[in-house]
């Protein structure tokens, strides 16, 4: 199948080669031109501007828009929705807040443009472990691209099977599910990085309280010098809170047991502060997502051993580099 992709950054790029490995034809475009060179050395097939993916593509086309949230992704739908006809398919495979999407299928649909919005879950690791994808939008465009779908998701591979799911939609043990209407996929994926948030917050401040049970202000008999490096990776073998995470985690300290070179400065990305506005229009409490949250933008004003567990987190999934420390 034949896909546009737009922005090659550390994803869009993964995502065009992992799509070229299963046999689809990329045409790729990104305003750095030398990202664009490279993956046409890989076999994609390189164009110099937005109009350029829209003219070799054949009808229907389907245009899988890879940038981050906010105005460059909104500028480049609107732009596409200029280009692209009755038909054609735009996929908004970044991290959009759902309520955009809602807005853009409606204002695309007098054209007869499909939109589909994608969460897209795998970080830097996905080229060879595949994504996790929440799609939403009808159903027969999402049918449409189902090949391209299949080709980036991860598949069954090791993981057990659920007993109990004869009758659930097939796709989700494959890795990517149709959630629902157009802003759907987003939403799941705002809440499944809302739930990342606490779950790396528990971790974190975990390893803080191991880490200090050396301290000084302790009596002397109940004083540990743990070794943080070794407990992760013991609870890496059966433990219950073994998970992809711990296996980040236990990777950055053995490699570097005080994390010297973090700061602990934690960013985020948004669908922490939506997952909590969602929240509270439903009227669901939801104090350690919240509390996850927060402790994020503390971390921008004084950092503990927790922030920089959880930034090496962040760093190994995502490859997110901390920000500069706020001059104060």
């Not at 994803?11 to 034809?25: E, T």
């Not at 149709?178 to 994926?189: D, I, L, Q, R, S």
Request: glycine share 12%; hydrophobic share 40%; net charge negative.
């Amino acid at each position: 199948m034949q896909i546009g992709v737009i922005g090659l950054g550390r994803m869009g790029a993964n995502i065009s080669r992992r799509l070229m490995r299963a046999g689809h034809s990329c045409v790729v475009w990104d305003a750095n031109a030398s990202a664009v060179q490279g993956l046409g050395k890989e076999g994609a097939h390189g164009v110099g501007s937005l109009q350029g993916v829209v003219q070799a593509l054949q009808t229907p086309r389907a245009v899988w828009v890879m940038l981050p949230s906010g105005r460059i992704t909104e500028q480049t739908i609107a732009q596409l929705g200029q280009m692209m006809e009755a038909g054609d398919i735009i996929i908004d495979g970044g991290n959009s807040n759902y309520k955009d999407d809602v807005r853009r299928a409606r204002e695309l649909a007098p054209k007869g443009i499909r939109y589909v919005d994608c969460g897209t879950s795998g970080g830097v690791w996905g080229l060879e472990r595949g994504y996790c994808l929440m799609i939403g939008g009808e159903k027969a465009a999402v049918d449409h691209l189902d090949p391209i779908f299949s080709a980036l998701a991860p598949g069954i591979g090791p993981i057990e099977r659920t007993v109990g799911r004869e009758g659930h939609d097939p796709r989700a043990e494959q890795g990517y599910i149709h959630a629902g209407p157009c802003g759907a996929g987003h939403f799941v994926k705002m809440i499944h990085n809302g739930i990342e948030y606490g779950m790396m917050q528990a971790m974190a401040e975990g390893f803080d309280i191991l880490r200090n049970r050396a301290s000084d202000k302790l009596p002397a008999d109940e004083r540990f010098e743990l070794k943080v490096a070794d407990i992760a990776e013991v609870w890496r073998r059966g433990s219950v809170v073994t998970s992809w995470l711990l296996d980040l985690t236990a990777s950055a300290l053995a490699k570097d047991p005080t994390l010297e070179h973090f700061s602990g400065v934690v960013d985020d990305s948004g669908e922490g502060r939506w997952t909590i506005e969602a929240a509270i229009e439903e009227a669901v409490p939801a104090d350690v997502l919240a509390a996850s949250l927060f402790t994020r933008f503390r971390s921008r004003q004084e950092h503990t051993f927790a922030e920089k567990v959880l930034s090496a987190m962040r760093f190994g999934f995502g490859g997110h580099v901390e920000p500069p420390a706020p001059i104060s």
